[in-house]
């Protein structure tokens, strides 16, 4: 489970993916095996969650990794890189930003 905290010496990568009802199924299915196979498995993988709107129009990914390296290897792989082509058949476009935590509020 991703922990929100600042400081804490990772990457935050917030990705969204704009899609459309009939396909945000089969988009949420792909990336959900995507981690489960792949990503997850990455050197310097934290944490993931994927969140859904209630129109199922879009699709958030937040990931934390250990470096921003990290997250580039990833990005650059043979492997993400024909899974990227395939989530992006399924959506109408999605792109990922990384961020720095600079506040955070609630509980622990």
Not at 40 to 47: E, L, Y
Not at 50 to 70: C, F, K, M, P
Not at 82 to 90: D, I, P, Q, S, Y
Request: overall charge negative; charged content about 20%.
């Amino acid at each position: 489970m991703p922990r929100i905290s600042q400081g804490g010496g990772h990457q935050t990568v917030i990705t969204t993916f704009e899609t459309s009802p009939g396909s945000c199924q089969d988009l949420l299915e792909a990336l959900t095996e995507a981690y489960d196979s792949f990503i997850s498995k990455q050197p310097g993988f934290i944490a993931a969650g994927l969140h859904v709107n209630d129109a199922q129009t879009r699709i958030a990914n937040y990931s934390q990794w250990g470096t921003r390296e990290d997250f580039q290897a990833m990005l650059r792989s043979d492997e993400m890189r024909r899974r990227n082509r395939g989530f992006n058949a399924l959506c109408k476009g999605f792109e990922p930003v990384m961020y720095e935590v600079s506040s955070t509020f609630g509980a622990d």
